[in-house]
């Protein structure tokens, strides 16, 4: 069995589609994710819990994905619910259309 540093992430073969990391807390999972994506070869997808965790891991991918082409793309959750009599609001909406 092979162990993998999280600063040196395992290569992904062509029918890998998903990669789970646990154990990982705040800045280490934004560090992890860098040294991952530098080796991939494909667009990347972070599912957060919550709001919070979105925006604490944009701010820091973003810094440590300073020497990295790779833009940093926040879709935001529409933070209304399917019931809802109003629409959400005008910059969420603009945010998911540029995103």
């Known amino acids: 069995m092979n162990t993998y540093s999280l600063l040196a992430p395992p290569p992904l ?3 890998d589609t998903k990669i789970t990391w646990g154990n990982v807390t705040e800045t280490a999972q934004a560090l992890a994710m860098t040294c991952f994506s530098k080796n991939a070869q494909k667009c990347n997808v972070v599912i957060t819990a919550d709001v919070h965790e979105a925006t604490r891991l944009q701010r820091e991918l ?3 994905h300073s ?3 790779t833009p940093i793309l926040y879709f935001p959750d529409w933070e209304i619910l399917p019931f809802d009599y109003f629409s959400p609001h005008k910059d969420i909406i603009s945010t998911r259309l540029k995103t």
Do not use: L, M, V
């Open 67 to 69: 020497d990295i082409d």
């Open 13 to 15: 073969s062509p029918h």
């Open 62 to 64: 973003t810094f440590f």
